[in-house]
Structures are given as C-alpha cells and as structure tokens.
C-alpha cells in the first residue's frame, strides 16, 4: 500500500523557516518522482517543486525566487522541502505527491501527471 504522509507544518513569523518531510512508504525513491505542491485559501492548487527519481534533479516554481530547497534521503525514503524566508502568501497546506519516472520540465508541476498524493500538512506564516 502506498502511503505519502506529510509533516512539520506550523504557524511562523514572515522571514522565518520550515522544514516539511514526505515520508514515503510503498513505493522507492529511486523510481518515483516526488513533487511538492501547495493550495491557498480559495486558490488553484499549484506546484512548488519536485525532485526526479533517476538522479535527484530539482525543479522549482519561478515565484519561490530561490527561497526553497527540495532534498531526499533514500535511506529512510523520505523527501524535505526546506522553505526559507516565507511570506504570508506561502500559506497554503502542503502535498506531497508521486509519480513514476522522470519529470518533464515542461509538466513537474501539473497536478494531474502525479498518481499518489499526501493529506497535506498547514503552512501559516503569519505575525
């Protein structure tokens, strides 16, 4: 059974930082694609970031401004998103998704490419 369970959501100050982790079980990291994706109060669900599966290629969304950083641990099957420098408009829960293969860049951040989705975690970044 593929699981994707996301944490270290949480409130913070603007300028502060989180560090979300998407454990996976039932599927490896050495063939599945994970993306991040993120969806605000009454907004589209839009993709943040992903890291590919056959060599741990980054992707990221032009509006991060290099703020982000995706990273994994194969060893324990899990994915971080490290978000830096956060602005009241990255509050959104938090996905993490899969999908099999390689991404392109030119559909990383479609929603519709992943398979196997997270039940997100909340990000509120708020004084």
């Known amino acids: 059974q593929v699981q994707l369970v996301e944490s270290g959501g949480g409130l913070v100050q603007p300028g502060g930082s989180l560090r979300l982790s998407c454990v996976v079980s039932?599927?490896?990291?050495?063939?599945?694609?994970i993306g991040w994706f993120r969806q605000g109060p009454e907004k589209e669900r839009e993709g943040v970031s992903c890291?590919?599966?056959?060599?741990?290629?980054?992707y990221y969304a032009d509006f991060l401004e290099g703020r982000f950083t995706v990273s994994r641990d194969k060893a324990v099957n899990t994915v971080f998103l490290q978000m830096n420098s956060l602005k009241p408009e990255d509050s959104a829960v938090y996905y993490c998704?899969?999908?099999?293969?390689?991404?392109?860049?030119?559909?990383?951040?479609?929603?519709?490419?992943?398979?196997?989705w997270g039940q997100g975690t909340q990000v509120t970044v708020s004084s």
């Open positions: 998704a899969a999908v099999r293969g390689d991404p392109y860049s030119s559909t990383w951040a479609l929603d519709g490419v992943y398979h196997y």
């Open positions: 890291i590919s599966s056959s060599d741990g290629r980054s």
């Open positions: 039932g599927l490896s990291l050495e063939y599945y694609t």
